[in-house]
């Protein structure tokens, strides 16, 4: 899954984008673990084994807004996380990277009995192996 980073530290991307370790010394602006509690764990292991110091997390029950968590990195002192197609308004003072080496990767589980005979089952779990735009 590509993501891209936004940060003040321009300086820490290379033409090809920026690897994670490069972050270290920034606060991660993190989604309530709540939300997807399985991919925070994963993530944030990602993230600590790159050496970050990841500090607290977003308290439970809150939703940092795009304009939040904008601000937050405009500052220079933090990161976030995205998905390539962001459609928010980026700021300028917010540049974009790509991850240098595809680091974060969501994996998706599907679980179904093993004497099932669903065609459709089937072929959406297929889908899952198929990369984006077949």
Not at 96 to 119: E, F, N
């Amino acid at each position: 899954m590509d993501r891209r980073v936004g940060g003040h530290r321009t300086e820490l991307a290379t033409a090809e984008g920026i690897a994670l370790d490069a972050l270290a010394g920034l606060q991660w602006v993190a989604f309530p673990r709540s939300d997807s509690p399985a991919w925070y764990d994963e993530l944030t292991a990602i993230l600590r084994s790159h050496g970050l110091d990841l500090g607290a997390g977003a308290p439970e029950g809150q939703r940092l807004i795009a304009e939040v968590k904008l601000a937050a990195v405009s500052a220079g002192r933090a990161f976030a996380l995205a998905p390539p197609d962001w459609s928010q308004p980026i700021p300028e003072r917010v540049a974009w990277s790509p991850l240098i080496g595809h680091p974060l990767v969501r994996r998706t589980w599907a679980v179904r009995p093993t004497d099932s005979r669903r065609q459709d089952l089937g072929r959406l779990i297929a889908a899952f192996e198929q990369p984006a735009g077949d």
